[in-house]
T-cell receptor, first 114, second 114 residues
Framework: KAGVTQTPRYLIKTRGQQVTLSCSPISGHRSVSWYQQTPGQGLQFLFEYFSETQRNKGNFPGRFSGRQFSNSRSEMNVSTLELGDSALYLC?????????????FGPGTRLTVL | AQSVAQPEDQVNVAEGNPLTVKCTYSVSGNPYLFWYVQYPNRGLQFLLK??????LVKGSYGFEAEFNKSQTSFHLKKPSALVSDSALYFC????????????FGQGTELSVKP
């Protein structure tokens, strides 16, 4: 089975621009979560989607948004980029949303904001 | 609030020696605990998890972890370290009170020297 894929792998944007990141989960997985990884803050939860519904949202400003499509693919969007948004954005998928399910991570999208 | 702590930023081990990466947790209710490994410029790779049952959990690449309820710990171990084990290791707990997001420790950099 193919793993979680994320596109693009690398992005360079300037302040004020917006960006859309894409995530394709493992086939059959219906839950997708997004995390931000930075050297200072570590790994922080952004959102969780299950069957096209946002189940949970982390403590991030409204500039961060996401959605999930009927085929379980997910996108996240960051508007009005700030320098502090530079990070590795990781997507993870699991079979369902129950607590014991394992989340499998993609390789991430490295976003650099200049 | 649920949390995990990894008390060591870095662990240095000689190749062939046993290794331990420490993790303590704080949860209400039954903990769902995970270990992930991250190699440079890569996503997180699942190693093992504790849901219930046997306190010694075996995972990928010869790693195992010991769940200790009285000490609220979930230390990662390997009997004989390899240079290729050098990476960043994350302990995580599933926050079942909020849709199941993962809460990560700050990570421990493992360095295995020949």
């Amino acid at each position: 089975k193919a793993g979680v894929t994320q596109t693009p792998r690398y992005l360079i944007k300037t302040r004020g621009q917006q960006v859309t990141l894409s995530c394709s989960p493992i086939s059959g997985h219906r839950s997708v979560s997004w995390y931000q990884q930075t050297p200072g803050q570590g790994l922080q939860f952004l959102f969780e989607y299950f069957s096209e519904t946002q189940r949970n949202k982390g403590n991030f400003p409204g500039r961060f948004s996401g959605r999930q499509f009927s085929n379980s693919r997910s996108e996240m969007n960051v508007s009005t980029l700030e320098l502090g948004d530079s990070a590795l954005y990781l997507c993870a998928s699991s079979l369902a949303g129950e607590g014991m399910r394992t989340q499998y991570f993609g390789p991430g999208t490295r976003l650099t904001v200049l | 609030a649920q949390s995990v702590a990894q008390p060591e930023d870095q662990v240095n081990v000689a190749e062939g020696n046993p290794l331990t990466v420490k993790c303590t947790y704080s949860v209400s209710g039954n903990p769902y605990l995970f270990w992930y490994v991250q190699y440079p410029n890569r996503g997180l790779q699942f190693l093992l998890k504790y849901i219930t049952g046997d306190n010694l959990v075996k995972g990928s690449y010869g790693f195992e972890a010991e769940f200790n309820k009285s000490q609220t710990s979930f230390h990662l171990k390997k009997p004989s370290a390899l240079v290729s084990d050098s990476a960043l290791y994350f302990c995580a707990v599933r926050d079942t009170s909020q849709g199941g997001k993962l809460i990560f420790g700050q990570g421990t950099e493992l360095s295995v020297k020949p």
